[in-house]
């Protein structure tokens, strides 16, 4: 029980330093964002946020 207990945490712990290794050693370091509309790839598909095209659709709706 406590060997699988600390195997836990060592992997856990393992994961969580290899996810930081981008903010501790690049200057000014910070995470990528992960929504869509900040995605290059995505706006040159013409693929947008539920909710981006939620409100095209609500703005068509409404010209009706």
């Known amino acids: ?3 699988t207990l600390l195997l836990s945490v060592l ?3 393992i994961s969580i330093a290899l996810l930081s290794v ?3 050693f690049k200057k000014n370091g910070k995470f990528s964002s992960q929504h869509v509309h900040d995605n290059p790839g995505l ?3 013409g693929i947008h946020c ?3 095209q939620d ?3 609500r ?3 409404r010209a009706y």
Request: avoid cysteine; charged fraction near 40%.
């Open 1 to 3: 029980m406590l060997e």
């Open 11 to 13: 992997i856990i712990a």
């Open 22 to 24: 981008k903010l501790l």
């Open 43 to 45: 706006r040159k598909q």
């Open 50 to 52: 539920v909710i981006d």
């Open 55 to 57: 409100k095209e659709a």
């Open 59 to 61: 703005a068509e709706n």
